[in-house]
């Protein structure tokens, strides 16, 4: 009986230690997007180099090619052949 408290207390130790760095990497990951794109808009506000034009276009680039994409797979959907 006391192996299986210890058992089940060391695993929910090592449950709550993996969540926690878990969460941790989470948040590390949502705070280097939140820089990421303060940058990019940023950049789109100061114009001052040729190439932060370049990322507004290459954004536009792939925005369009996804609406493509879900134009090709709602024809698909349907039963229309391309």
């Keep these: 009986m006391t ?3 210890i058992v089940s207390t060391a695993l929910l130790i090592s449950v709550a230690i993996i ?3 878990g969460l941790k990497g989470w948040q ?6 939140e820089r ?5 808009i940023a950049s789109v506000r100061t114009p001052s180099e040729a190439d932060q034009g ?6 536009r680039i792939e925005l369009s090619d996804l609406k493509e994409r879900i134009r090709k797979l709602e024809a698909i ?6």
């Excluded at 959907?77 to 391309?82: E, I, N, Q």
């Design 54 to 59: 370049s990322a507004m276009g290459a954004a």
């Design 28 to 33: 590390g990951w949502l705070s280097l997007k």
């Design 77 to 82: 959907a349907s039963g229309v052949d391309l």
């Design 3 to 5: 192996e299986q408290i």
């Design 36 to 40: 990421e794109l303060e940058r990019g």
């Design 19 to 21: 969540a926690f760095v």
